[in-house]
């Protein structure tokens, strides 16, 4: 699968428009060929492992990858199925849910700039700082002269942690509202999804139009050189999990690691 | 004594030129008068333990206080005298010294950035984040494309601080050589003062205009309206701490503050 993952990139400085991105599409994968695309994935799941081995033991690049989209749109189950078998040493999800009393005392970006990864680490952000211009803005949390300035705020974030050395990498995960429908019913319906059904994610849900122009400024207005973000049709769940893979494998093969030289003489060891 | 802060202010795009501040001047008190300057600070301290607890009361505001200086500068010294009496319930001083190896293994804002103030807070930054355009440029532990970058960075992070809250305020202690001279020669004579030498202090001393010409990059560049930097003629001590203190409580006064109202009804609340 030749996979161009700029299909899928928003230039800086695009307008988006999600209504014309369809949520269904599968253009690096024949559709009819499903099982065939869900049994590529482990190939996908082991070059991730390498790579990220090889980032965790070169300890020089630090990653970030961000993950958003609406309830349920599969964060989870993306994180589950792309980062199947890497090293847990070096990989760290930052899950972030309604803030604490004492976040909340803080500026937005202050819990999430202490989750950024450190050498040699790949974090997974499960929403992040753009909860702050989403779920914020379309509850009306804040006013919108606060919210609009967090575009700027978090761009420049986003800039000082590439310059210092972060690859940083965000990811929607684009589902229509009838696959939303679809999921969060099996959620009611099977005993064992039970757990992640909250009445709360229906409040969103009734504000569809209001969230989806949110993510489409914030696609518009953040995705940069040193930081893009990258609009996986998602309704899919087995080529949604291709395509990230494609993006974070291809992102990381960018970034020419190389193993640290072994220490001088090691050939000469003897071990009795 | 009618103190005009803005006499010490660096205005927006300045470019400062240290050598042409005279690290003794005292404009706003006889230089003559040390005795009644010394005896004045108390009035003062008062000013500023009510100003703090009612920072602290109210729980809207968030103050950063940043000083920077040369080695013996006076930083501790000003921290000591300034704070006297306030309440260390909602004053934390937060001290930068080499960063560790976790530290170092993130961005040069991570460490800072978990130290700022939250919602009544009153933060002193003993050294900070300008560290990483001063120590870091003299002594070449980056190259200069990565330090210049800080700049902005920096600017940009305390902007959003700003934005979101927080009232910043930098203070520059300017000594003379030749004071340094002095105050390290006090280290190293007087038992009780020896705890605070370190050799190491010497070898900024001996970049002594390296760093002037650092610092003067750093007030040029980063004073803005929502972070203004302020130089102080810090030779004198006593000068040094009215002039601090004059800067701190017209900044707080600025602040509006009030106590929150009582709750209803308490002037009918009868303890038996």
Redesign the interface.
């Known amino acids: 699968m030749a996979f161009d993952i700029d299909e899928y990139l928003v230039k800086p400085g695009d307008k988006v428009d999600l209504s014309g991105i369809d949520t269904r599409s599968t253009p690096f994968w024949d559709p009819d060929d499903k099982e065939e695309g869900k049994a590529h994935l482990p190939d996908l799941q082991q070059r991730m492992e390498s790579l990220q081995e090889l980032l965790w033991a070169e300890g020089r690049n630090?990653v970030l990858v961000v993950l958003q989209a609406m309830d349920a749109g599969g964060k989870d189950g993306t994180i589950r199925h792309v980062f199947e078998g890497v090293n847990p040493s070096g990989v760290r999800v930052a899950a972030f849910k309604r803030p604490s009393e004492?976040e909340l005392?803080?500026?937005?970006?202050?819990r999430v700039?202490?989750e950024?990864p450190?050498?040699?680490e790949l974090v997974v952000f499960n929403r992040s700082h753009y909860e702050d211009v989403l779920v914020v803005r379309v509850e009306e949390l804040v006013d919108e002269e606060?919210w609009r300035?967090r575009f700027?705020?978090i761009v420049?974030?986003e800039?000082?942690?590439a310059?210092?050395?972060?690859t940083i990498v965000k990811i929607y995960l684009h589902i229509s509202k009838d696959e939303q429908k679809e999921r969060l019913q099996a959620r009611l319906d099977e005993p064992n999804k039970n757990w992640k059904f909250e009445t709360g994610d229906l409040v969103p849900r009734a504000k569809w139009k209001q969230y989806q122009q949110a993510f489409e400024d914030v696609l518009s207005e953040t995705s940069t050189e040193f930081a893009p973000w990258y609009v996986i049709p998602a309704d899919r769940k087995w080529y949604r999990n291709l395509a990230v893979s494609e993006i974070l494998i291809q992102t990381l093969d960018g970034l020419d690691m190389a193993y640290p030289p072994p220490e001088e003489g090691l050939d000469q060891v003897v071990i009795d």
Do not use: I
């Open positions: 630090r004492k005392s803080h500026d937005y970006l202050w700039h202490q950024v450190g050498d040699g606060r300035r700027r705020h420049e974030f800039r000082m942690l310059d210092e050395g972060t």
